[in-house]
């Protein structure tokens, strides 16, 4: 079992900069952002594969969000800059194992942190 709390979420202008935290009771080999927007499937937006450290972006993000952790508060991060309205969502952290490209891989699931951009 992972227990996974976000925090960070909030309202921005369009440009602006956001920082989610993932406090999670533990890593696993699958560590990751997803989102979903009102009407729009969750994406996965930051995947990173804590074994080998390989990132993967949706491409939506890529150059502008980045992931990160730390290892000695079990501390996943996402960086957020030059924010647009498009990435107005729910943000999840979530934990898995196996595949980290599949969105079935990942177990357990944070309560999100709501993300507003406005133009």
């Known amino acids: 079992q992972v227990q996974l709390v976000e925090s960070g979420g909030g309202s921005v202008q369009a440009g602006g900069s956001l920082r989610l935290s993932c406090a999670a009771s533990r890593f696993t080999s699958c560590m990751g952002w997803f989102r979903q927007a009102p009407g729009r499937e969750r994406e996965g937006v930051a995947l990173?594969?804590?074994?080998?450290?390989?990132?993967h972006y949706a491409d939506s993000v890529k150059g502008r969000f980045t992931v990160s952790r730390d290892n000695t508060n079990n501390t996943l991060y996402l960086q957020m800059y030059s924010l647009k309205p498009d990435d107005s969502a729910m943000y999840y952290c979530?934990?898995?194992?196996?595949?980290?490209?599949?969105?079935?891989?990942?177990?357990?699931w944070g309560q999100g942190a709501q993300v507003i951009v406005s133009s």
């Open positions: 990173i594969n804590t074994i080998s450290d390989s990132t």
């Open positions: 979530a934990a898995g194992s196996l595949s980290c490209e599949l969105t079935s891989s990942f177990l357990w």
